[in-house]
Nanobody, 124 residues
């Protein structure tokens, strides 16, 4: 199964982007995490949403600026990013949590499927 992350681009500091994660007929059964990796840095867990959408989590680095949501009718998970900063520049990935894992985690070992990533570049 291939998840598809999209919506990245080049934006000025203070701007907004909305990332989408889709995999037709698949995502609704899985909790989804968003990760990012900047050049020379380790992959960082950014946000998480449960399969039902009732539980969400944002890392401290994005709390108050990013929002995660899911549209079950469209089988898509969104990451709305506002007040973007240059330090948000990274490749953003979405990934599906192994269904046997029933807690919030950013441990990559617990993620079963990964998307290819979408580049987000924030200029100062």
């Amino acid at each position: 199964v291939q998840l598809q992350a999209s919506g990245g681009g080049l934006v000025q500091a203070g701007g907004s982007l909305r990332l989408s994660c889709a995999a037709s007929g698949f995502l609704n059964n899985y909790a989804i995490g968003w990760f990012r990796q900047a050049p020379g840095k380790e992959r960082e867990g950014v946000s998480y949403i449960s399969g039902s959408g009732s539980i969400t989590y944002l890392s401290d680095s994005v709390k108050g600026r990013f929002t995660i949501s899911r549209d079950r009718a469209k089988d898509t998970v969104y990451l709305q990013m506002t007040s973007l900063k240059p330090e948000d520049t990274a490749v953003y990935y979405c990934a599906a949590v192994n269904p046997t894992i029933e807690f919030i985690t950013f441990n990559p070992d617990y993620y079963q499927y990964w998307g290819r990533g979408t580049q987000v570049t924030v200029s100062s």
